[in-house]
């Protein structure tokens, strides 16, 4: 059984950053192409992004790229989302999640394709 843990949410002013870290035990983790999806009050679960199990593909939401960089160590069992450029749009409850096969451009942004989730971390980013 893998657990996953996020940290590394907070308050943030727009225009500023975070660094959001996901550490993950109890599998193998090379194995698990890994993603981060956010979910805001009163709204589905998003996409975010995907690092393929080596990290070399990797696949970001429209409203997300070239502000957000998914990026892993596999030695560290950990997957980081460093979120720049923060609007009050980006505010929502961050999730990250490992799939069990790789997955295409096109699966990667559907949730029910990820096996294993983390219990989220909150971001609030202001005005």
């Known amino acids: 059984q893998v657990r996953m843990v996020e940290s590394g949410g907070g308050l943030v002013q727009a225009g500023g950053s975070l660094r959001l870290s996901c550490a993950a035990s109890?599998?193998?983790?090379?194995?698990?192409?890994l993603a981060w999806f956010r979910q805001a009050p009163g709204k589905e679960r998003e996409f975010v992004a995907y690092?393929?199990?080596?990290?070399?593909?990797?696949y970001y939401s429209d409203s997300v790229k070239g502000r957000f960089t998914i990026s892993r160590d596999n030695d560290k069992h950990t997957v980081y989302l460093q979120m720049n450029s923060l609007k009050p749009e980006d505010t929502a409850v961050y999730y990250c999640?490992?799939?069990?096969?790789?997955?295409?451009?096109?699966?990667?942004?559907?949730?029910?394709?990820?096996?294993?989730w983390g219990q989220g971390t909150q971001v609030t980013v202001s005005s």
């Open positions: 690092a393929s199990r080596g990290g070399i593909f990797t």
């Open positions: 109890g599998g193998t983790f090379s194995n698990n192409p």
């Open positions: 999640a490992a799939a069990g096969r790789p997955l295409g451009a096109q699966e990667a942004i559907v949730p029910d394709l990820y096996d294993y």
